[in-house]
């Protein structure tokens, strides 16, 4: 029996020496594992943190430039004005920089005889001088003060015709008649992206 008693020890010990070595055959692996994994992970953070610098760039601002009818200025000229007949000019704005722009236009007419006040004024675009009539669409109001927000884009080297209507209603006092009005219109360029 006992004989039998040292077989079941020594076959129990052999038993607990396999599973330890079992156990530290994981262990070691997952020890090795873990190792691994962490040498992995810093190589993995350092191309996570890499960065590479733009190549060499160079911004060069554009120039803003327009012209009215040829000029940087121009004078409108005299022109008789009646509540039966409205005075109308047709003008060109040309865009002489290399930028595109967007055009606005505000008109100032401080003052003058009484029937300033009374004056209305219409300014759009037009597709050419002969379209600029007292007929032409929209919606006129005051001289002074008067405000064209949205003239529209214009591209690089294009022109574009424009048509002013000043008008008087013909219930205008008489009082004043026969005198002149100046007024002022300023016509103002923004870049737009391009």
């Known amino acids: 029996m006992q004989s039998a008693r040292q077989d079941d020890d020594s076959s129990s010990s052999r038993s607990v020496v396999k599973r330890l070595r079992s156990l530290v055959g994981t262990l070691a692996a997952a020890t090795a594992a873990v190792v691994l994994g962490v040498s992995g992970a810093g190589v993995t953070h350092a191309y996570l943190n890499a960065t590479a610098g733009p190549a ?24 008789a004005l009646s ?65 064209a927000p949205a003239l529209g884009a214009l591209p690089v080297g294009a022109s574009q015709w424009y048509c002013l209507v000043v008008s ?21 360029a923004t870049q737009t992206p391009s």
């Not at 760039?57 to 409108?76: D, F, R």
């Not at 003008?91 to 967007?102: E, K, L």
């Open 168 to 188: 008087l209603p013909n219930s205008m006092p008489a009082a004043g008649s026969g005198s002149s009005h100046s007024f002022t219109m300023t016509v103002n």
């Open 56 to 79: 060499a760039s160079t911004i060069t601002a554009g120039t803003a430039a327009i012209q009215i009818n040829g000029s940087a200025t121009a004078t409108l000229s005299p022109t």
């Open 83 to 147: 509540p039966a007949a409205p005075a109308v000019w047709a003008f060109t704005v040309t865009n002489a920089g290399d930028a595109p722009m967007s055009l606005a236009a505000a008109i100032s007419a401080p003052g003058g005889p009484a029937y300033a006040a009374s004056a209305k004024a219409l300014l759009t675009a037009v597709p050419n001088a002969a379209a600029c009539t007292a007929a032409v669409a929209g919606t006129p109001s005051a001289l002074n003060g008067y405000s």
